[in-house]
């Protein structure tokens, strides 16, 4: 083991670079109280471990989805139940050349995965929503950055998503959701 680092029901690590150092963002989903409201960290190289460098409050973090848009760093966290309300944001954060800042809040339901990718000169994040109350049934949305934020763009119909995955086959786009 190089490195142990402490977590509070950890579900994704997200490795990322960026102004030439790397970090490491960790989505925390709940405490041993099985307290969803709790912090989850950034973490950056030293040159021998990775220390924290800042705390986020998040609700139930499933996925950390970093992303370059118009040369500026974001960071999107998928937050997915609070208590028991699963009707909560998620969040869009900037880089403002020392801390991820709040940029946008975003109405989730469940969410479980964020998936950024481009395609024709627009960028998309899509969210993955797993339940809407106590329905899985719900839609997943895609959303378009529109120069000042994201915008809903397109809304699919899911059922109990828990995953995206964009990709490029034989010249031809695809977003591929995982339902439950």
């Not at 024709?120 to 899509?126: K, V």
Request: proline fraction near 2%; glycine fraction near 8%.
């Amino acid at each position: 083991v190089f490195q142990t680092i402490p977590t509070l029901g950890a579900t994704c690590w997200r490795y990322f670079a960026m102004d030439g150092n790397s970090y490491l963002a960790l989505a925390n989903h709940r405490n041993n109280n099985s307290n969803t409201d709790v912090d989850s960290v950034i973490f950056q190289w030293n040159g021998s471990a990775f220390v924290a460098v800042q705390s986020i409050p998040t609700r139930g973090a499933m996925d950390w989805e970093f992303f370059r848009m118009d040369s500026s760093s974001y960071l999107a966290v998928a937050n997915s139940v609070s208590g028991t309300n699963f009707d909560i944001d998620s969040g869009i954060y900037r880089w403002n050349g020392a801390v991820f800042a709040p940029m946008q809040s975003i109405a989730t339901h469940g969410a479980t995965d964020w998936e950024y990718f481009s395609m024709d000169g627009n960028s998309y994040l899509a969210v993955s929503n797993y339940m809407n109350g106590d329905n899985v049934n719900t839609d997943s949305i895609i959303y378009q950055w529109n120069g000042t934020a994201f915008a809903v763009f397109q809304s699919i119909p899911t059922h109990g998503a828990f995953g995206w995955k964009w990709f490029t086959l034989q010249g031809s786009n695809y977003l591929a959701v995982a339902n439950n």
